[in-house]
């Protein structure tokens, strides 16, 4: 049995497994918001986009999470000056953007080659290369995160479910969406170390989704994403050191069997009418998977 | 401007009660990024009135509701409400056509309704027992209650009127704005529907409905608005407005009119073969007249 608590014995992976827990939470929650809004791109763009932000705030030698929050407040910005117009051209200019400061990044780190450890991290996630100032910085993030969804509750969901109407029932919506996407980058910046700029966008989508097959109530859908992501983070690190693979991909890994699990739940129940669960099946057909 | 009929008499109320103005449009052009849909369009709803909205597809009628919501971009003009003293805004109850909601949400009817209380919960996320309790209250009232756990897809198109009818009135409005509430219902809701308003519009809730139903619903109303390609063709009581004149200029058709006494029916797939202007006072009129 002492294998099995062999990992708790070193620091670094303790920290790890909580960084894991704490974003798979976060990105859960987070992407609650995201999936109901159809904006899996944006959470998946976002992540590249602050990938290349993080690359060039290193190679010129400020520090990641300044460098990554300032590019992160201006990508966020003109995706939403992009989103706005809803013509054509919304979509094509934020995938310029994005992937313009990913190549960026990656053309900066093949000149820079004695950096590629450390953007290994930020494309695949080094769970236990996480600081314990990394820490406060995901623990600062989940507490922004969980006081905005705390006191904009109500405004965040008559936003997301329909723009339009809430904006006739007095809510600002132009100021609800704008703290929502400055939240949302700022998820993206904590989860960088944790999953890599390549992980995040499944973080955002799997828990969401997976929860949006188990229930009908908005309020159940987040707490169980929530759960469902922090768990996956607890369980998805502490596989890791034992399987010896990547700990982001043990954590996105383990989300999809949930997923499959739900998803094979709901299909069975779909076969007794009235529980709801065609519906469900229906629902989640409309989120982006990536 | 319009053509006028000659009214017959009725018992319907008047067009305009003398309450004092609720919203005003002045030569109000809008739309939305860089187009006007409503050009110059001079309007103004008082207290207590019910009127309708009519129009072709894309004419503009959800455009109206929205700037009177202040939702559009203001191109020239104005849009002046008059909210209820010590409030900076109109209280609004604005019901969207089917088409623009979400029916995969996952949200219960319960959840939805409270969405239109969502300023006076206060701060807390939750709904306290005040709010269960006017939930609980206007769920009964329309008929909903045993639903208040249903997802919103799982109901029935009447059903799901009541519930989005009930987010609107959950907050005490000064004024419901409803675009097309009765689309896609049965008769029997149709009118059940249109019974409720009048309950409503009778205890003083003014209301102002856009609908593509001229016979079950337009004509019973006593005020009408007509828009077409982006203008107020016409406005006024029902048998002012509805004339083969503004009706081609509305939806750029011929339609007959067919009168008798109090009601009004209007043919709106006119054969090639008739070719019959205006009133015609001998036809039969197979209309049943709705509340009102
Ligand atoms: N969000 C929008 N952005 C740009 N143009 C819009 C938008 N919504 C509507 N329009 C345009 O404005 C015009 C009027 O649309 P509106 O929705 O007001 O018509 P409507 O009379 O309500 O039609 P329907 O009977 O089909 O509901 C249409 O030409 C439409 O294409
Ligand atoms: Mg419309």
Redesign the interface.
Known sequence: MGDLTEPFQFEFFVRGMVAATLVGVLCGAVGVYVV?RSLAYIGHGLAHSIFGGAVVSFVSGISFYIGATLWGVFTVLLINAAAR???IGGDAAIGIITTCAFALGVALISRHGQFTRDFDAALFGEILGITSGDLAVIGGVLALAAAVV??F???L??TT??S????????PVPWVEALFSLVLAATVIASLQVLGATLIAAALVIPPVTA?LL?????R?FTMAAVLGGASGLVGVYVSWFVDVSSGATVVLLQGALFVVALAWAVARSRWPGT?SG?RL??IE?ATLD | MVELAPSAPGHRPPPHPDGEPLVQLRSLSTGY?RTPVLRDVDFTLRRGEFAGVVGPSGSGKTTLL?AI???TRRFAGSVETHPRPGER?LR?G?V?QVE???W?????VG??VL??R??E?G?R?WPRRHDRELLANILERLGIGHLA?R?I??LSGGQQQRTFLARALI?DPDLL?LDEPTSGVDIKTRHEIMHLLGELNRAGTTILMSTHDLNAVATHLPRLVCVGEGELVADGAPEDVLTPEVLRRTYGADMLVLRRGDAIYVVEHLDDAMTGEGDSEETPVPTTPVGG
């Open positions: 109901l117009r809803r013509q705390f006191a509750w109500k405004q969901l008559f479910f329909d339009d109407v809430a904006g006739t029932y007095g809510v949006r229930t009908d109530s908005f309020t859908m709801g519906e229906a629902a409309g | 990024e929205r919501a202040g939702q805004a609004l604005y969207p623009a909601i979400n995969n949400f996952p949200l219960t959840q939805a969405l239109g969502w300023r919960m701060w996320p756990d997802q897809r799982a907050g704005l």
